[in-house]
């Protein structure tokens, strides 16, 4: 699963808008205020900054720091005015060349102050600006030069070829299709939980891997972590600073995960299909296959922020596709309450606050509103499931398993217990201690 974009955020006077990213959620940088105060800045102040990277996004501009992994969207008049300022020019000249150009004035003593708060100025006239360290990346030692083939034009290709020649194969011997009884292959409940276990996690690591890889490939430094989605506990790579990289490699590296599951899943059916039905051979070969294709149902959650939201977001042209829309969402949720409770009253209900998507573009606005649909319906479905039907499970397992326990119960008895208890335990126990810990990273995140 991938994580790129954060919140949107207002950032400066000229209407430029600032998205950080996260979960990714990077530590976005901050402009400390030196012991004599911050510096002044005057029409004739010069600022250094940062080596920026910039990409032209429809109507916008995308400028970022990859060292800090933090970008905004400015409009056409921002970038002109980061151009302007990158060549040297002092913010006076910047506003005279801006009003010559666009017929409009602009501040840009307090745009000047947003890049610093993004961390993307270094120097304001003889006074350094405080930079903040830079968000550590998984496998530091990874290089781009060593992984540029993930973004090879042919890489797809070959997928896809895979993928084809197992499909032909499955068309030919639907047999081979899997079921759930092929995870249980063997006699012994302990045995098939932790390979299930062991290859699953395997098969996870293996994906994030491949986002991570395809993300260096584009430059991007990029963090695995895990993370929580509803009630799933989740790897996640952080390829925050993605964005400013070709539509290509942005896809290629949204779609990373998803392509070596499936390439996994067609290896596997072709040396599925020379083995011997009833062997252990094919017992194992068919385990995996299914364990390989699990996750992919999975992605189509987009409400819960899978490798295809990252899709959706980036083809629609959207900044914080799942932000504006839980925004939208608990605004309409609002509405709703404030008609039925002044219908009682027999009053009539007047807006009390603003519709948060009327302030996207156009395309922006409809793709934010439809997706609001889908994020309610689709999380009221999954907690409904997870009440009636994954909780009970997993406390029926975890009291039968303590119940297994004891003398009386033979080894085997009390291996299986055992093996219950710290995989689903441990499981579930990961899954608190993972969201209580971002809990508190974002709150920190936020307090400063």
Known sequence: MTDTAGPAADASEAG??????????????????????????????RVLLHDLAVRRDRDEWIVGRMATRTFVALPAAGARAVELLGAGL?????????RAETGEEFDIADFVGDLAALGFVARIGDHAVPDAEPPRASLPWLRPRHVRLALHP????????????????????????????????????SVVLLSGAAAGWTLLLAHELAHLVTARAAGVPGKMRLGTRLQFLVMQTD??????????????????GIALNLSVASSLVLALAPTEPGTTAHRLLAAALLLALLPLPFQCMVFTRTDLYFVLQDLTGCRDLYGDGLAYARYRARRSVRTVRTARRGVRAGDRDDDPSARLPAHERRAVRL????????????????????????????????RGLGPGHGLAGNVDAVTVLVVLGGVNVLWLVTWWRNRRSRRSAGAT
């Open 16 to 45: 430029t808008s600032t998205s950080t990213g996260t979960d990714i959620d990077p530590d976005a940088a901050a402009v400390g205020a030196a012991a004599d105060g911050p510096p002044r800045i005057t029409p004739t102040t």
């Open 90 to 98: 002092s913010v006076g000249r910047t506003e005279e060349s801006l």
């Open 154 to 189: 042919v890489l797809p290709l070959l997928v896809a070829a895979l993928l084809a020649a197992a499909v032909v194969v499955l068309v030919r011997r639907p047999d081979l299709l899997p079921g759930y009884r092929d995870l249980l292959w063997s006699r012994h409940g």
């Open 239 to 256: 390829i925050s600073g993605i964005e400013l990289a070709p539509r290509r490699h942005r896809l290629t590296a949204y779609l990373a």
């Open 371 to 402: 997706y609001s649909v889908v994020l309610v319906v689709g999380t009221a479905a999954c907690l409904t499931f997870m009440a009636a039907v994954t909780l009970p499970v997993d406390i029926a397992l975890l009291v039968r398993a303590v």
